[in-house]
T-cell receptor, first 114, second 114 residues
């Protein structure tokens, strides 16, 4: 079945630094990738939608200059949290479409900014 | 935009009993309805989905029913086991799997008591 690999699973960074999260579709070409943020005991909140080779579409209230999304190939999308602050600490999850399985999610990245 | 309501927010059942989670949606154009299971610290995992041209779908102990007229769909888990304990999310989208973003319910925390 469709598999999406997300790395790293956990990352701790210092305030003011940048962190990159990778999302790879392993056995299918991901025409569209979605990035979500999830706070404890809450649902997934869509941050942005990206299509291969084009600029990401950000949801209202999401700072595009802070959360940089690159979808340069059909198998890789990256989310870079720039100048991270403690309030950016969260669980980030990617999802990809294009395989026969519909929407496939990555395993998530727990970001802690100290 | 689409709005998905999910009930209950928490559900406790005895091992072996059935569990039912219900969702309603607002956009009559929605035509794809997946259910996800999320374990602590992990990404959502698709457990079953249904498209609008089908009223019911079953996969072993899991079934989903869809009532397009009433705009609601339900997840049924029979013969529950402790490993079924997790948070379950319903979702909907309007363009068929892979075309549009998913709108999620707020989740149901299911606890199966041994």
């Amino acid at each position: 079945g469709a598999v999406v690999s997300q790395h790293p699973s956990r990352v701790i960074c210092k305030s003011g630094t940048s962190v990159k999260i990778e999302c790879r579709s392993l056995d299918f070409q991901a025409t569209t990738m979605f990035w979500y943020r999830q706070f404890p005991k809450q649902s997934l909140m869509l941050m942005a939608t990206s299509n291969e080779g084009s600029k990401a579409t950000y949801e209202q209230g999401v700072e595009k200059d802070k959360f940089l999304i690159n979808h340069a190939s059909l198998t890789l999308s990256t989310l870079t949290v720039t100048s991270a602050h403690p309030e950016d600490s969260s669980f980030y999850i990617c999802s990809a479409t294009g395989g026969a399985g519909g929407y496939t999610f990555g395993s998530g990245t727990r970001l802690t900014v100290v | 935009g689409e709005n998905v309501e999910q009930h209950p927010s928490t559900l406790s059942v005895q091992e072996g009993d059935s569990a039912v989670i219900k969702c309603t949606y607002s956009d009559s154009a929605s035509n794809y309805f997946p259910w996800y299971k999320q374990e602590l610290g992990k990404g959502p995992q698709l457990i079953i989905d249904i498209r609008s041209n089908v009223g019911e779908k079953k996969d072993q102990r899991i079934a989903v029913t869809l009532n397009k007229t009433a705009k609601h769909f339900s997840l049924h888990i029979t013969e529950t086991q402790p490993e079924d304990s997790a948070v379950y999310f319903c979702a909907s989208t309007g363009g068929g799997a892979g075309s549009y973003q998913l709108t999620f319910g707020k989740g149901t925390k299911l606890s199966v008591i041994p």
